[in-house]
């Protein structure tokens, strides 16, 4: 039905009922409880502002179900998929910013199409080139990365990022020693508590919902948050009027210089295009602009390392204050002049990535919370993408998609052998993939299908996908009219949220699973957990290492096939010589070749037959048992023609077993068929053996020791 097939939520309601949607119903509104608090926390692991979340919780669910083929999958976003979208934008925005902020939704544009050029191209079978080894070595690292990302807000501190993961962790650790600030961590103990005992001994109780509703309740009536803007002069530390100063001034290079950069290295794209006809090498117009912008580069990274220092001792600072009404004055901690009493608490200086305000600087006296969320549902839009920006973007978006949709088709085929749904991967595809596309019309950051919130939806007794609409539907809801009750949510709860989360993704078993299966795929898994974890939070590293090593250990296996000698084992089959230490004919080599034989390894059953011909002096017939062979090329075909040639030249028989019709149909059209002759050719191996042992070991030419117990006909140990 062509029909149902453009459009497959038709197939819904094929013997729907009124019972189907009181589960449905109750299954939505289940999911919207973990879809809600989770998608808030996802959203700052994007390094998008927290109401992003709900944005990207708003289209995509509804959209992924209407159009996708699995009628439980629960779509949005994911720990993984927000990681990879904040590290892979973080080069060209700083985080949280209006142009990260727009990068995130054309991100989220280019993943779905993408994947929905995959789908309707019907080339799902493009995610088979990243392997289960690779996978699982990059998912480890990942729910590491993810977790370990969450420190600074379990201690409520604030530091820059580094080049590299591990080294911001450590900034983090200094920090924390330093000073950490006690009831944000009790905050998020306590919900991490309140979820893993609930997720134990209630598990139908939707746990990160009520985590999120007793720590918003107890962070309103005690003041978790208590934060004031103040006039620098408020401030008594000696020096702090320079130092902010100074931090505004190396800020403002670092803009001044990146729009310079900018301005120029447009210049110099138009520029190379330009000459990108002509012959000759680059012009000196061209290197004079390239040699400018390394020079802006310099200094903005000198700036930037400048400004990191600044910010960091202006973090560093610890006041405590003196209430008067509503007006305040700090004192740097533990130099308040004698016979002043102080509010008791410790107070630090909210410092950003962009110029402070002096008539305005942020004092924080309390721990971190959401803040406002802006109610009403996002603006409609089609995010500005432009063909620069979209080959800018593309290597990221394959990478997403493809990881996205690897874990989206995987919940879908686990929940489906529960259910006994058929699954389309090429519709889930353009399912995934419009739910991108129509997602970031309606300011959403990349999606994909989530394990946690599927597999509520399928406990929850979800029939169809109009569980994921009514999802979308209760998003909607909180957007429209419950936004100021999550005001303050303690950004610590979210953090929590995200390890939780993430806990479920720590696999060790997997590199067990690999090395037991092979040891090469145990050894790749491995090298892609580490090199993931090293370059984070360059993350598309660990994938490509992982992907050219399996591709290495393929194109190797491929280049290298086994070719097995053949005797006969006690079960009266013949199995390889040398696996289960048989001993072979001297004088007959059953030869089996253990895959397509073309251009990367034709010479490579050449040399074997090289090596047994040397190996075995008394060689005299050689049976190439060819039921391994599925595919032959012209190469292979040549070299097979030229092992008959040279058999024939020294006289010895060659014969052919278990020839599969796409072989022998290559071996008419070259006439190679003539040359071996049909009358040796068997249609199996052990007919071959029978024929051919009859007629080399009945040879008077032959001593008769070794030739009465054959080991092609009898059971003989090596």
Not at 244 to 260: A, P, S, V, Y
Not at 331 to 355: H, M, Q, S
Not at 376 to 401: D, V, Y
Not at 462 to 477: H, Y
Request: aromatic share 8%; net charge neutral; proline share 4%.
């Amino acid at each position: 039905m062509l029909l149902a097939k453009i459009f497959p939520f038709i197939l819904w309601f094929k013997g729907y009922k009124g019972e189907s949607f009181k589960l449905d119903l109750a299954a939505g509104i289940t999911v919207a409880m973990v879809l809600i608090p989770q998608s808030m926390a996802y959203a700052q692991l994007a390094g998008l502002p927290a109401y992003y979340g709900l944005y990207a919780a708003f289209l995509p669910p509804m959209v992924a179900a209407l159009f996708g083929s699995s009628r439980q999958l629960g779509t949005g976003p994911v720990a993984v998929v927000s990681l990879m979208s904040a590290a892979s934008l973080e080069p060209l925005a700083t985080a949280g910013s209006p142009e990260f902020i727009a990068y995130s939704i054309v991100l989220a544009l280019v993943v779905g199409i993408f994947q929905f050029s995959l789908g309707v191209l019907r080339l799902g079978m493009v995610v088979n080139f990243l392997s289960h080894p690779v996978i699982n070595g990059f998912t480890n690292a990942a729910a590491i990365i993810i977790a370990t990302s969450q420190f600074s807000k379990f201690f409520g501190v604030y530091v820059d990022k580094a080049s590299h993961h591990y080294e911001t962790m450590m900034r983090v650790g200094q920090a924390a020693m330093d000073y950490t600030h006690m009831p944000t961590l009790i905050y998020a103990i306590s919900a991490v508590t309140i979820m893993a005992l609930l997720k134990k001994f209630a598990p139908k109780i939707p746990n990160v919902l009520v985590a999120v509703l007793i720590t918003t309740v107890i962070s309103y009536f005690t003041g978790f948050n208590n934060d004031t803007t103040v006039d620098v002069s408020a401030i008594q530390a000696p020096g702090i009027s320079e130092q902010i100063h100074d931090f505004n001034h190396k800020t403002r290079l670092i803009e001044e210089h990146g729009g310079q950069r900018a301005t120029l290295g447009n210049t110099a794209d138009e520029l190379r295009n330009a000459e990108s006809g002509g012959h000759g090498g680059p012009s000196v117009e061209l290197i004079k602009l390239e040699g400018e912008i390394a020079i802006l580069t310099n200094h903005m990274n000198h700036a930037k390392e400048e400004a990191h220092l600044l910010r960091k001792d202006l973090r560093h600072m610890k006041f405590e204050a003196v209430q008067d009404g509503e007006n305040y004055t700090f004192y740097p901690k533990g130099n308040i002049p004698a016979g002043i009493e102080t509010d008791g608490k410790t107070w630090r200086l909210k410092v950003k990535n962009k110029e402070l305000d002096s008539s305005k600087l942020l004092m924080m006296g309390g721990g971190a919370i959401v803040g406002t969320i802006p109610e009403g549902l996002p603006t409609i839009a089609i995010p500005e993408l432009t063909i620069k920006s979209f080959f800018k973007l593309l290597p990221t978006a394959i990478i997403i998609s493809l990881l996205g949709f690897m874990e989206a088709i995987a919940i879908a085929k686990a929940m489906a052998a529960k259910t006994g749904q058929k699954i389309d991967a090429n519709q889930e595809l353009i399912g995934q993939g419009l739910a991108n596309i129509l997602g970031s019309f309606g300011s959403s950051y990349s999606v994909s299908g989530s394990f946690s919130r599927s597999a509520v939806n399928l406990a929850a007794g979800a029939v169809s996908g109009i569980s994921s609409v009514i999802t979308s539907i209760m998003v909607v809801i909180t957007l429209l009219f419950f936004t100021p009750l999550l005001y303050h949510l303690p950004q610590a709860t979210l953090a929590a949220v995200i390890m939780m989360a993430v806990i479920g993704l720590v696999n060790i078993k997997g590199f067990v699973h690999s090395w037991h299966a092979q040891k090469y795929d145990g050894i790749i898994s491995v090298l892609s957990f580490l090199v993931t974890l090293y370059f984070a939070p360059h993350l598309d590293k660990g994938i490509m290492v992982g992907f050219v090593l399996s591709m290495g250990v393929f194109l190797y296996k491929s280049m290298r096939p086994v070719v097995a000698s053949l005797s006969m084992h006690e079960d009266k089959v013949l199995k390889s010589s040398e696996h289960y230490r048989l001993k072979g004919c001297r004088h007959i080599a059953v030869v089996r070749f253990d895959g397509a034989l073309f251009f990367a390894n034709a010479s490579y059953l050449d040399e074997q037959v090289a090596k047994f011909r040397t190996d075995q002096p008394d060689l005299r017939y050689i049976l190439l048992d060819a039921s391994g062979i599925n595919d032959m090329d012209a190469s292979g075909e040549d070299a097979l023609s030229m092992i008959v040639d040279r058999l024939r030249a020294a006289k010895l028989g060659f014969a052919m077993s278990s020839v599969k019709g796409q072989v022998m149909a290559v071996m008419e059209r070259t006439h190679l068929l003539d040359k071996i002759g049909m009358e040796n050719l068997y249609p199996d191996t052990a007919s071959a053996v029978a024929d051919i042992v009859s007629k080399v070991h009945t040879n008077t030419d032959l001593p008769e020791k070794g030739c009465k117990n054959c080991p092609l006909t009898k059971y003989i140990p090596a």
